[in-house]
């Protein structure tokens, strides 16, 4: 990972693409909140990676997957980044995390770099910087960035915003296999992979999610921040023939079995998106509603910040005395910071 | 971004050696994240070298060993000459496990900042992080 052909690079992306330290310690700043001024002379060295989102129930295998996934793509020479993603206990703040565990295959490879991550309260598989770590690396120069999300099951949507290709994991055996991918899950995989597949159930399980794939036609589905978004169905690009047909594949991510043919699956869906431009619809979609959620929280910091406290307090008095209704009283507020104009559809 | 800075202290627990037990060192992870604390866990049988890699990626604080199989004496020197080839010179070393007092003495003056014996309390654990990782800022 050396630079000596591009002497323009900003400062944080030559420290980061000939140090780890300095990668890494730029990681904590983003967890952090402390890396604005970073990301933001880094984000125009973003955008070469393929990245990958590894999503599915606790215990399914995932990080074995990412692991053995790796594996396959260093023989290759690709360099890999990756993001293990568990919970924070809402008790405590705290977080055991262990993903690390099933990934010792890959340590003393200087092109793989693993790091773990805490949700620290964000509640969609992911981080809230999660997305910010990931362009880190993708700065840095690895050319695979592997996502591993929170096992929770149901509710890690999220992946399919911040992930290129999303792969769902499940596993035979986990008693009610259609029950697991029941919630939104099975709309936001690129392709499904049935690991485990040494033990007993695998071809039933695999059976039972390509019967699910033939029931739903497919549509192009992105997920923000918890937020399912539909993109233009008509995109003039993809016609019914050529839209992307969701793969089932078998692995045993501990002993690599299958992992080459996943991996051509990966393979072929990055191809499918560029050829049919669902890359670019899905990157202005992405980038849309990353802009949508920054704006809300920065004029809600704004809007709050010139606030006067006493006179948000009066209002809050108001609506407790039944004078006023909570919506009358925010619109109060609001026309106070930004005063209406003629209105604008 | 306008969220609310959060700096949460990072430990990693590490099991050097042969040994196949890693209990206490899984309490002594639960522990800290009772305590509000993110641990990152690498599990059994870690060489000087994984150890010391994991700790430069997850950019943790603070490093904790547990090691009962009595290599001590021959582990810690390995890792702490791996974390000063790598720059990780201000992150803070602890040993858990069997030590006897002759070898506290040398560990201690190699580097180690705090050694926990089998029936050493977690809040004492705890506090001895809290305060080296205040010492540190
Ligand atoms: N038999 C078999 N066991 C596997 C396979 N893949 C993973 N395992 C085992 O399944 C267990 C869980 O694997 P992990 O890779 O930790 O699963 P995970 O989905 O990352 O788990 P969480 O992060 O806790 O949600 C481990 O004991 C693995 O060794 C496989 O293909 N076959
Ligand atoms: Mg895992």
């Given amino acids: ?345 | 971004m306008t969220e609310v800075k959060e700096h949460k202290i990072r430990v990693l627990v590490a099991k050097p050696g042969l040994d196949g037990h890693d209990r206490g060192a899984k309490v002594v992870a639960r522990a800290l994240r009772d305590a509000g604390m993110e641990v990152i866990y690498t599990g059994l049988r870690q060489t000087p070298e994984m150890v010391v890699e994991a700790a430069l990626q997850e950019d943790v604080q603070v490093i904790g060993l547990s090691i009962l199989s009595g290599a001590h004496m021959a582990l810690v020197p390995r890792i702490l000459e791996l974390m000063r080839t790598n720059g990780l010179d201000d992150v803070k070393v602890f040993v858990g496990g069997i030590v006897p007092d002759e070898d506290v003495t040398a560990l201690k003056n190699m580097g180690v900042s705090g050694v926990f014996g089998p029936g050493a309390n977690t809040d004492d654990i705890v506090k001895y992080i809290r305060e080296s990782v205040s010492a540190q800022a």
């Fill in chain 1, 1 to 345: 990972m050396s630079d000596e052909i591009a002497p323009s690079l900003p400062p944080v992306v030559k420290a980061i693409r000939s140090s780890r330290r300095e990668l890494s310690r730029l990681l904590t700043r983003i967890e952090n909140g402390e890396a604005d001024k970073d990301l933001a002379a880094l984000f125009p060295l973003t955008g070469s990676a393929h990245i990958i989102g590894v999503t599915g129930a606790p215990g399914t295998g995932k990080s074995s997957l990412v692991n053995a996934l790796a594996k396959h793509y260093r023989t290759t020479g690709r360099t890999v980044g990756i993001v293990a993603v568990d919970p924070t206990s809402p008790f405590s703040g705290g977080a055991v995390l262990g993903d690390r565990i099933r990934m010792r295959d890959l340590s003393g490879d200087p092109g793989v770099f693993i790091r773990s991550m805490a949700t620290r309260g964000s509640l969609g598989g992911l981080a809230h910087t999660t997305v910010e770590v990931v362009r880190a690396l993708d700065a840095a120069s690895f050319e695979v960035i592997l996502i591993e999300t929170v096992g929770a099951g149901q509710s890690e949507v999220e992946i399919a915003g911040a992930a290129q290709t999303t792969l769902v994991i499940e596993a035979p055996g986990l008693g009610d296999d259609v029950q697991a991918i029941k919630a939104g899950i099975l709309e936001i995989a690129d392709i499904l992979v049935v690991n485990k597949a040494d033990r007993p159930g695998a071809e039933s399980t695999t059976r039972a999610l390509r019967a699910m794939l033939d029931l739903g036609h497919r549509t192009e589905r992105i997920v923000h921040h918890g937020q399912l978004m539909t993109v233009p169905a008509a995109n003039p690009r993809v016609d019914e023939s050529s839209a992307w047909q969701t793969p089932v594949a078998q692995t045993v991510a501990i002993n690599g079995t299958g992992i080459a043919e996943l991996a051509e699956h990966i393979t072929n869906h990055l191809r499918y998106l560029h050829q049919s431009g669902t890359l670019q619809l899905r990157e202005r979609v992405r980038i849309e509603s990353e802009m949508t959620d920054l704006l809300r929280e920065t004029l809600l910091m704004r809007l709050l910040h010139q606030t006067d406290p006493a006179h948000l307090g009066a209002l809050v008095d108001q609506v407790q005395l039944r004078r006023l209704d909570p919506v009358s009283a925010a619109h109060l507020l609001i026309d106070l910071s930004f005063p209406r104009e003629e209105k604008q559809p």
